[in-house]
């Protein structure tokens, strides 16, 4: 291979390596304290992407739960449940909020009781297979938002 081609080679890499690029920010995040004989709670936050690719969450980890599953909030009939989503994504340059009543992340058989004022860490999982770890404060059942 000639040394130009090894520049086009190297430049196209670059091309389409460099401009796919997302990034996500987490803000205002925190899981809800257990109520006492609950195994279950939920976490809320903001997730921001600010790169220039979609990111898709497939997956959510912590040594707190032994599952942690995304849920979104429906009315039918007016009544309200809650439904398992597979997966959550966050398009480019823009942002998801995950609130109460609304989508969330919830906590399943947790590992005992989790205490206002502790912390919690989640792995988030992506479809491309990176992994991304969260560390949020655990907030008493009244708190509303951080």
Not at 101 to 128: P, R, W, Y
């Amino acid at each position: 291979m000639s040394y130009f081609n090894k520049q086009i080679a190297v430049f196209i890499l670059a091309i389409s390596t460099g401009c796919v690029k997302a990034e996500l920010v987490v803000e205002s995040g925190f899981v809800r304290a257990s109520l006492p004989g609950m195994a279950s709670t939920a976490a809320y936050m903001t997730l921001k992407n600010t790169g220039d690719a979609d990111l898709a969450i497939t997956g959510i980890t912590t040594s707190v739960a032994a599952k942690v599953s995304i849920h979104s909030t429906m009315n039918h009939d007016g009544m309200m449940h809650m439904m398992d989503m597979n997966s959550l994504t966050v398009a480019a340059h823009k942002t998801v909020v995950l609130e109460s009543g609304g989508m969330h992340l919830m906590l399943e058989n947790t590992a005992g009781m989790l205490a206002a004022d502790s912390k919690v860490e989640l792995v988030l999982q992506f479809a491309n297979g990176g992994k991304q770890a969260v560390r949020l404060p655990v907030l008493g059942v009244l708190a509303d938002k951080r």
